[in-house]
């Protein structure tokens, strides 16, 4: 089935506006193919039991986005899903039993498309194969190869027989760091590691070529490199022009935030901001500078937004340190107490810089300001900010949630604290295996739930190393 979506409209002025569409890749065998030995170079932290990944975690993501995204195709089917023959085709782009929704897309489907193409196919294959190393030989068996089959191959690194002739690309679950959406323009990313390369080539083939995004050619940014960018020494990340999409939120239709981490360097901000005021993408940018750790990676590692008002974030990197007495010896090293604290700068197109002395500050303006909340700012804090849990489940994501709606969000069931800090807030909290059957009978209604937290069963896909707010690329969004 080739997705076409002639009527697919590209819009995303918030972070939590009724999500309408997205870009999500299901795990697929690369991630079973991971050894020890190359796990950090792929940038993962452990290899993961990729059956467990997919029957007893994913799959539950893709069901819980169809009641809410395309209800049409699963009302009705849940006990089919999940009968006990076990058979996982509705979730399988390959399979003739895949749900093909043009609200749900799986980004292997789209490049199935348009490895229809001739022309496209020769020249994606020419490019995979110069970035891989690839023989002449093994080009022109890829060539010949069934589009729906070299899609596979592209993204596993195995050819039908399981044999690797390239590296996996386990990362394109985190759709989210391959593009934004701000408004209608998509801003392409450029990655900090070279393990995802690949799959930045692949995304760039399938936003300027298929159909689905037709209308928005025009509209889809690309970061240059600075000139003679080759002369640069080594690979010293300060010095690339990097930029992913976990540094990036679109937080009200005029307002961008862009994060500089270990993945995204204050040259590639810097080259995103000069090319979003260019082209009046937005009015007002701001760049949130946080400390270049494996610990945070992302600023949506750190913070994400439940509600108009509610935040989620990590205090212990967010707070103002308290001044030291000057008759402390400590008092000597100023230079050296801010250091593990944010640096936050607006830019506001033909207006003065301005600076937020904490996140709870910009989160608030943002708030109060952009997006004119009526009630006062709340801030919900990862592991209810008690030592040690508060970075133990910064670590396996708490911060890093999802929102359906405005107040509905998904997390990780493992992270108890923050799961208890929710609590005190006033949402509800519900386990997804409970709340399936509810919306498949009636009981519950997608559209209409309020202030709910939804857990997810995360022993795996938190090995991983990222969220649902990683594991979505918004295509588009209610307005707020």
């Known amino acids: 089935m080739t997705l076409t979506n002639d009527e697919f409209k590209l819009d995303v002025t918030s972070e939590i506006g009724s999500l309408r569409a997205l870009l999500v890749h299901s795990p697929d065998s690369g991630l079973g193919k991971v050894v020890p030995s190359k796990a950090q170079d792929w940038l993962f932290e452990d290899i993961v039991h990729l059956d467990t990944m997919r029957r007893k975690e994913y799959d539950y993501y893709i069901k819980l986005l169809m009641y809410f995204l395309d209800p049409a195709k699963i009302n009705g089917k849940l006990n089919q899903i999940d009968s006990a023959e076990g058979n996982r085709d509705f979730f399988k782009p390959d399979n003739t039993g895949f749900h093909h929704s043009e609200k749900v897309i799986e980004i292997q489907t789209l490049l199935s498309d348009i490895l229809q193409q001739t022309d496209i196919r020769k020249k994606l294959v020419a490019a995979v194969c110069a970035i891989e190393s690839c023989n002449y030989r093994m080009q022109l068996q890829l060539i010949d190869t069934e589009p729906v089959a070299l899609a596979k191959i592209f993204i596993s690194g195995s050819l039908a027989d399981d044999t690797m002739i390239f590296a996996p690309i386990p990362n394109l679950i985190f759709s989210r760091d391959l593009g934004i959406t701000i408004n209608n323009h998509i801003l392409l990313n450029k990655p900090a590691k070279k393990a995802r390369s690949r799959e930045t080539l692949l995304m760039r083939y399938i936003?300027?070529?298929?159909?689905?995004?037709?209308?928005?050619?025009?509209?889809?940014?690309?970061?240059?490199?600075?000139?003679?960018?080759?002369?640069?020494?080594?690979?010293?990340?300060?010095?690339?022009?990097?930029?992913?999409?976990?540094?990036?939120?679109?937080?009200?239709?005029?307002?961008?935030?862009?994060?500089?981490?270990?993945?995204?360097?204050?040259?590639?901000?810097?080259?995103?901001?000069?090319?979003?005021?260019?082209?009046?993408?937005?009015?007002?940018?701001?760049?949130?500078?946080?400390?270049?750790?494996?610990?945070?990676?992302?600023?949506?590692?750190?913070?994400?937004?439940?509600?108009?008002?509610?935040?989620?974030?990590?205090?212990?990197?967010?707070?103002?340190?308290?001044?030291?007495?000057?008759?402390?010896?400590?008092?000597?090293?100023?230079?050296?107490?801010?250091?593990?604290?944010?640096?936050?700068?607006?830019?506001?197109?033909?207006?003065?810089?301005?600076?937020?002395?904490?996140?709870?500050?910009?989160?608030?303006?943002?708030?109060?300001?952009?997006?004119?909340?009526?009630?006062?700012?709340?801030?919900?804090?990862?592991?209810n900010d008690e030592f040690p849990f508060d970075a133990r489940e910064q670590w396996t994501d708490s911060c890093n949630l999802l929102a359906l709606t405005d107040g509905v969000v998904l997390g990780y069931d493992r992270n108890d604290k923050t799961v208890e800090a929710f609590k005190q807030s006033g949402f509800e909290v519900i386990h997804v295996t409970d709340l399936l059957p509810k919306l498949e009978s009636g009981e519950m209604t997608a559209g209409l739930m309020k202030d709910t937290l939804i857990l997810m069963p995360s022993a795996e896909l938190s090995r991983a190393r990222g969220g649902f707010h990683c594991m979505s690329m918004p295509l588009q969004r209610d307005s707020v």
Request: proline fraction near 5%.
């Open 207 to 383: 936003f300027f070529n298929h159909p689905m995004f037709a209308a928005y050619k025009d509209n889809v940014i690309e970061i240059p490199e600075n000139k003679q960018h080759f002369l640069r020494p080594g690979e010293v990340n300060e010095e690339k022009t990097t930029l992913e999409g976990g540094d990036v939120m679109m937080v009200s239709p005029q307002h961008l935030i862009i994060g500089c981490s270990e993945r995204t360097s204050v040259s590639g901000a810097n080259e995103a901001i000069k090319l979003l005021f260019e082209h009046s993408v937005v009015s007002k940018i701001t760049i949130v500078k946080i400390p270049h750790k494996r610990d945070y990676m992302h600023i949506d590692t750190v913070f994400t937004q439940v509600k108009r008002n509610v935040w989620v974030l990590l205090r212990s990197l967010t707070i103002a340190e308290a001044e030291q007495s000057e008759k402390e010896p400590i008092a000597w090293f100023a230079d050296k107490k801010n250091k593990d604290k944010p640096e936050i700068v607006q830019f506001r197109k033909n207006k003065e810089p301005r600076m937020f002395a904490t996140l709870e500050d910009l989160l608030d303006n943002i708030s109060q300001k952009d997006l004119n909340s009526t009630e006062p700012t709340k801030f919900i804090y990862s592991g």
